[in-house]
């Protein structure tokens, strides 16, 4: 039975995330918080006290520029530390912080800023241009990528700034009142349907998720966690960065995945954990050989043979954007099952579903309900988007996460498929939907349908299979893979172009993916 929704309040009542990262300095001020080692420069370390006061030195320089409590800044940068300082800034101010994913095309982003309404934008040097023609009208802080001179100087950024303004002043008193249900950031989705969710959370929610996450995986203050997944996905900045402050131990942040850059690092700084999400990961430090470390577990799913390997405890867990905290955990002194993705964790409400609604029994596959909180232990609501807030969630409040997963005969959960129809290329979710609507839009074809194609570096891989309209180019797949250039993700791009007379349907004349898929494995 549920708790009610006054116990969760009572979880995190009196507490926000300034309050988080306030009690790690008054009581370890000289730990090390945050280890920057970027690939091709020298690194730099924050202890407790110095993060906090970059912090509230960046807080005063957004109230300067007019940010102030529930406006929004939208963040776009790759990982590093400008990007964490300027999230924990907003946080102690009380603005939200939307964080932009820097793999978006300039048509998503267009969108993703249409939606936000910022009132501020802190964002990456390299895209200045681009931005410049979006928010004419924002506050724009450039934060530049290289050593050299003021990237906000140049005549046709007269009216911007830089990062070095906003921690170019005093550091901000924090007397804003203790409110954890208070709106804290907004991040989007990959997008099930034709364009991404704003999935909106607040301080409750990240002071749960980095709860719940100490909790399940026996996290320690000396424990320091290698950050190299982004952190404008709920993975970087709830399961890792807020989990890790939870418990006042240290992170390693580095820009990106690097299979050479990842061991020496790792053993320099002495990781203990980290997130491998996905076989794109894996098999890119499969075949090098790992040093002495210190690792104690990998979030990468229970693959036995790996662990032999590694000498590492290898732990599942499945979540997703709206999630904001892990439903389901693995146990980090019990294992099961290869591959299983863990066991519902503490608090939390897992349904697995028969399509009649009942509940499946062991050895079943069903689709995933979650159930909880909104603004506590799951996200608050779809930014400026009510009726997709509604539609997600039946009449008991049960959220349908459009993923199907299998009861396994040993009491785990073991991830099935994707019913949503999600591609997982080397780390990202990409809707299929996504990219079928880009290819439609080139006017070419009469239909067209995308699935995932098995690939040895980076999971899986988009394949398009189009039915050509009779006006269509000679040079259709070259024309359409250039034409998906600039609208849509690198990432989400389809490898592969497949002209068809028409499509294969199933008895509800529905596209057949499943006869598509088969396609591509015959022909593999």
Same mark, same amino acid.
């Given at each position: ?110 969108y993703f800023v249409a939606l936000a309404s910022p009132k501020a934008l802190v964002i990456s040097d390299r895209f200045g241009e681009l931005f410049l023609k979006l928010s004419k009208d924002n506050i724009i802080v450039f934060v530049s990528e290289t050593a050299e001179a003021n990237p906000a100087a140049s005549e046709e950024r007269q009216g911007c700034t830089s990062f070095d303004y906003l921690v170019d002043h005093a550091p901000f008193s924090n007397d804003r009142p203790r409110d954890p249900l208070l709106n804290l950031r907004v991040q989007f989705t990959s997008g099930t349907t034709a364009r991404a969710k704003a999935v909106l959370s607040t301080h409750a929610n990240a002071l749960f998720a980095a709860q719940q996450t100490a909790y399940a995986y026996n996290l320690q203050p000396d424990d320091l966690c290698q950050v190299f997944v982004p952190l404008f996905h709920n993975n970087g900045l709830s399961t890792l960065v807020m989990s890790t402050l939870w418990v006042g131990g240290s992170i390693l942040l580095q820009p990106k995945f690097s299979a050479s850059n990842f061991w ?106 979650? &159930? ?45 498929? &994707? ?106």
């Open positions: 039975m549920s708790l009610s929704r006054r116990s969760y309040e009572l979880m995190v009542l009196g507490r926000d995330v300034p309050w988080l990262l306030k009690d790690w300095v008054d009581r370890s001020p000289d730990r090390v918080f945050l280890n920057w080692a970027p690939h091709d420069a020298p690194g730099r370390k924050w202890s407790y006290a110095e993060f906090d006061r970059d912090v509230r030195k960046a807080a005063t320089g957004l109230l300067s520029l007019g940010v102030n409590q529930s406006d929004r800044v939208f963040i776009h940068l790759d990982n590093c530390p400008e990007l964490l300082i300027s999230y924990f800034a907003c946080a102690a101010i009380g603005a939200i912080a939307v964080l932009g994913n820097t793999r978006s095309s300039q048509a998503e982003l267009e020496g690092p790792a053993v320099d700084y002495g990781a203990t954990w980290t997130s491998l999400p996905g076989a794109f990961f894996l098999n890119a430090l499969a075949k090098r050989e790992a040093p002495d470390h210190k690792f104690r577990f990998w979030f990468s799913g229970v693959i036995p043979e790996m662990a032999e390997k590694y000498g590492i405890q290898m732990r599942g867990h499945w979540g997703m954007s709206e999630m904001i905290a892990l439903p389901i955990v693995g146990d980090p002194f019990h294992e099961d099952g290869r591959l299983n993705i863990g066991r519902p964790a503490p608090a939390t409400e897992v349904s697995i579903r028969r399509p009649d609604g009942s509940e499946c029994g062991i050895g079943e596959a069903g689709d995933l309900f979650v &159930r909880g909180v909104p603004g506590i232990t799951i996200f608050k609501e779809y930014l400026n988007d009510p009726e997709a807030t509604a539609a997600s969630f039946d009449k008991e409040g049960w959220f349908e996460t459009g993923d199907r997963v299998e009861l396994g005969q040993d009491g785990a959960i073991y991830f099935s498929s &994707r019913a949503k129809d999600i591609i997982r290329v080397g780390g990202e979710n990409v809707a299929a939907a996504d990219i079928e609507a880009v290819l439609l839009a080139s006017g070419w074809l009469l239909e067209c349908a995308v699935v995932a194609r098995p690939d040895g570096v980076y999971d899986e891989v988009p394949i398009a299979f189009v039915v050509p309209d009779d006006d269509a180019p000679d040079d259709l797949a070259d024309a359409l893979i250039d034409y998906c250039s600039g609208r849509i993700s690198d990432f989400k791009a389809p490898r592969e172009i497949i002209s068809l007379r028409e499509l294969p349907r199933s008895t509800l004349n529905k596209v057949s993916k499943v006869e598509l898929r088969r396609l591509i494995t015959a022909s593999s």
